[in-house]
């Protein structure tokens, strides 16, 4: 079964947008037609929203705190939420869209970070600042009004490859170690390009510079640590329990799909949501601008993505008038 019928033309339309911008841009033009293009996404109503200053491991990082609707007094659970973009591209502002989505599917709040990026800063430098950023929330949390002992890592594409990273970084026994991590559409074995999987609509989806991208931010780094390519983890039984969310026309499913088989064999709870009949990027993004409405039973409304039915972060009982307010966590963490 092939795409629905008006997420096929987006589609279409999209890859012939790109196909025409003809020559190579800069990482400048790049990034400036990325968030271009991720701004003309629905940015669904959420609770509160906060900019706050994360930590990095080489300084302040930019970060943004959502809350769910009807947040209440009592300390939620919090996602960690890393963009992705090729680790090149995206930044927080541009992701907003995703992230709005997130939380409106998952009733729990996220904190999305920003990260340094190469070329100007390669591998490990992205890593090192997503685990940094997971300590960081950890030890603020209270300061946020949100649970510490229950913080996950998540991310999409290439921040999902930083955030399966950060959870093997951060499996040990302690107070960073994270509860649950979500992968969506994740890049887990960088050992080279993946190749496309077929696709029934004939849609030539763009993925030419994926080498030169994975040159970018690798450099001469050894492609089969786990830190670069999840999915060749040695324990993957030590790892956190997963939702792991797939796209059906995505050159990474099969990765995603190994990853989750080999963290089942292992014993590890997993949830996959399996995005049938969708390109990669369709969380907040193409996909809710290419489908405004149902029209498929395998497909899901936009503005309610698919969601395990119950949620590896179990959500707290929250008092009826209780309101979330910003706190500037200062100097404190």
């Known amino acids: 079964m092939g795409r629905d019928p008006e997420y096929l033309a987006f589609m279409r339309a999209r890859t012939a947008e790109a196909a025409g911008a003809g020559r190579r841009r800069s990482v400048a033009e790049a990034r400036r037609a990325h968030a271009a293009d991720l701004a003309r996404s629905p940015r669904v109503p959420v609770g509160p929203v906060a900019d706050v200053v994360g930590r990095g491991a080489a300084g302040p990082l930019p970060a943004r705190l959502y809350r769910p609707p009807g947040a209440g007094a009592v300390p939620g659970p919090l996602v960690v939420y890393f963009h992705g973009g ?35 800063h390669p591998f490990p430098a992205p890593l090192e600042d997503a685990v940094a ?72 989806v763009p993925g030419g510079s994926v080498g030169a991208v994975l040159r970018m931010y690798l450099g001469d780094a050894d492609r089969t640590r786990p830190r670069v390519s999840p999915l060749l983890d040695p324990d993957p039984g030590s790892l956190p329990p997963a939702v792991i969310a797939t796209a059906e026309f995505d050159r990474l499913r099969p990765q995603a799909e190994r990853h989750a088989a080999r963290l089942r064999a292992a014993g590890v709870a997993v949830a996959v949501v399996p995005g049938r009949a969708w390109t990669t990027g369709f969380w907040g993004g193409g996909r809710s601008r290419g489908v405004r409405r149902r029209r ?38």
């Open 133 to 204: 950023a997971v300590r960081w929330a950890v030890r603020c949390a209270p300061r946020l009004g949100l649970d510490a002992g229950r913080v996950g890592v998540g991310g999409d594409s290439a921040g999902g490859q930083l955030a399966a990273s950060a959870a093997g970084v951060l499996r040990g026994a302690g107070p960073a170690r994270p509860v649950v991590q979500v992968l969506l559409y994740p890049a887990l074995d960088l050992r080279a390009e993946p190749p496309p999987v077929p696709d029934p609509d004939g849609l030539e």
């Open 86 to 120: 090729g680790w090149v591209l995206g930044d927080v502002e541009s992701y907003d869209p995703v992230v709005r989505a997130l939380v409106a599917a998952s009733g729990v709040a996220w904190l999305s970070v920003g990260y340094r990026r190469p070329p100007e």
């Open 296 to 333: 498929s039973p395998r497909s899901a409304p936009p503005s309610a993505p698919p969601w395990p039915d119950r949620p590896l972060i179990a959500r707290p009982p929250r008092p009826p008038c209780a309101r979330f307010r910003p706190v500037d966590v200062g100097n404190h963490c």
